[in-house]
């Protein structure tokens, strides 16, 4: 099919996901005000070339899972499935955005041009080739690619890693699991469809639902301890932000329904994003 060079960058915009780049890149931020400096030209690397290869990497996945994508109905529109942009093409760009974005990565340093390459290949290779349809812990060794946008950034300033970084990374690392569980168990119908077995496809769902929290409360305390780094107000928000998680998280044991997910997912995103800006915010009163 022959589309104009605007609908393809509109095709391709949708199919890098920015409704989950912002938070990718809110974790490199938090990770680059961890640090103890802040060098400017490097962050704009990390936060340019980590843009790139992430959305390169959802290009990828969208270009490898056409046929699973087709029969769930939340993904049935993508510009993949409808026929806009090719297999080959979107395995092709994708590819090509993920190496552009290393290579953007290595103005900062080596270190984070790595991690930035480590998370599109976990995202790539070890979640969507080889966990994602065979293992129902997929996502769990999967949200390693979140971590790495986090190390991206931090190692962006630093050109290494330290405790902070670490805690952060596991923060986010555990963060995952309570994010797409609660959506997988909203969409359950159609991971199954698709043959994909996630945990709430394949376990009950009050199961899932007790994961979902237990995952949330061993997230919790890397979220708080990050206030030895940050300090008070970091504690203060940290701790009142994990209050009402898991006050969600319960709710969603109590009562494990498809509606209820959806809550617990539509809480997730906030609860990081308000974590990672206190994060940035409270760091960058401290730098001034
Ligand atoms: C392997 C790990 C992960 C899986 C399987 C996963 C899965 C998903 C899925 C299926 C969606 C809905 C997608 C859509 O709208 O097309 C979603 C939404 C989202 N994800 Fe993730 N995700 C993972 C990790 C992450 C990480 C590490 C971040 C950022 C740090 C993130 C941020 C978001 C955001 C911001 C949304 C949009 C939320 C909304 O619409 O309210 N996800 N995720
Ligand atoms: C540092 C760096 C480059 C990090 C990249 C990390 C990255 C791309 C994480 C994405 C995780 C994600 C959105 C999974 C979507 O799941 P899915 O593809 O199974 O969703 P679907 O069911 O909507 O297809």
Do not use: C, Q
Not at 180 to 185: E, G, H
Not at 244 to 260: A, D, H, Q, V
């Amino acid at each position: 099919m022959a589309l104009s060079i605007p609908s393809k960058l509109i095709y391709y915009t949708k199919l890098s996901k920015p409704r989950i780049i912002w938070l990718l890149d809110l974790a490199a931020l938090g990770g680059a005000f961890l640090a103890s400096k802040i060098i400017l030209v490097n962050l704009l690397a990390v936060l340019i070339g980590g843009t790139l290869a992430s959305g390169g990497s959802m290009i990828i996945n969208e270009g490898i899972e056409i046929n699973k994508d087709k029969v769930m109905k939340r993904t049935s529109h993508r510009p993949t499935v409808m026929g806009y942009v090719s297999k080959k093409e979107a395995i092709v760009v994708g590819t090509f955005l993920l190496i552009l974005g290393t290579l953007i990565g290595l103005i900062a340093n080596p270190l984070s041009s790595m991690f930035i390459l480590l998370g599109g290949l976990i995202y790539v290779l070890v979640y969507t080739i080889w966990l994602k349809p065979r293992s129902p812990l997929n996502i769990v060794i999967g949200g390693f690619a979140g971590s790495a946008a986090a190390w991206a950034g931090f190692a962006a300033m630093t050109g290494k890693l330290d405790l902070a970084a670490f805690l952060l990374g596991f923060l986010i690392f555990m963060w995952t699991p309570g994010h797409f569980w609660s959506l997988a168990l909203r969409f359950k119908e159609d991971y199954d469809r698709a043959g994909i077995p996630m945990l709430p496809v394949i376990m009950p769902e009050n199961f899932s639902a007790r994961m979902i929290a237990i995952s949330n409360a061993l997230m919790i305390p890397f979220a708080i301890s990050l206030y030895l780094f940050v300090g008070i107000p970091y504690l203060i928000v940290s701790v009142a932000m994990s209050i009402l998680l898991m006050y969600f998280s319960i709710r969603l044991l109590k009562n494990p329904t498809g509606e209820e997910a959806w809550t617990s997912f539509k809480v997730s995103a906030p609860y990081l994003a308000i974590i990672l800006l206190s994060i940035i915010i409270i760091r960058l009163i401290t730098f001034i």
